[in-house]
């Protein structure tokens, strides 16, 4: 399935919770391993993109989900910022990278990342 936002993801939480089974969200498929993989139903994040809300005082972006590192990287060289540190690809989402604790190989520490917010059935969302 194709979310086209947090509401839709919910509701496929819901759905695949009535029949029985588990919903994974991924994000490109760009892991090395397996982790992306799931016998029951699989969320494609490719509409969980957007733009990128900077916050120049506090030097933090916050992106959804399905945000790609490579739109995230014009978005911010487009506004004069650059994350501190990248892999050695771009094609990973946001919350992909966050997920496995994406890091670079570049000199300086990885940029700090945060997931927020999960959907959860019965339909709703929860912070973490
Ligand atoms: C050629 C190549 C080069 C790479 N170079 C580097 C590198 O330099 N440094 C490095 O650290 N890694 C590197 N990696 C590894 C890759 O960057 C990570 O595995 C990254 O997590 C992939 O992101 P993805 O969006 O494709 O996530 P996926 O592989 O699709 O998913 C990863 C995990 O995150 C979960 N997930 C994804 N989105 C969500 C969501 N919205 N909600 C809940 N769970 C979610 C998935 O279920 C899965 O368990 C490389 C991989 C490749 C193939």
Known sequence: MTPRGVDEVVAAVDQAKNRGLRARMVGAGHSFTDVALTDGILLDPA??????EIDAD???????????????????EDAGYALTNTGGG????????????????GRGAPPGLRGRCRGRAPGGTTSC
Not at 58 to 76: I, P
């Open 47 to 52: 509409l969980l993109g957007g733009t990128a």
């Open 90 to 105: 771009s094609a990973q989402t946001a919350a992909g990278a966050i997920s496995t604790g994406t890091h670079g190989t």
């Open 58 to 76: 506090a030097l933090t972006v916050t992106v959804s989900a399905g945000t790609t590192l490579h739109d995230l990287n014009l978005q911010l």
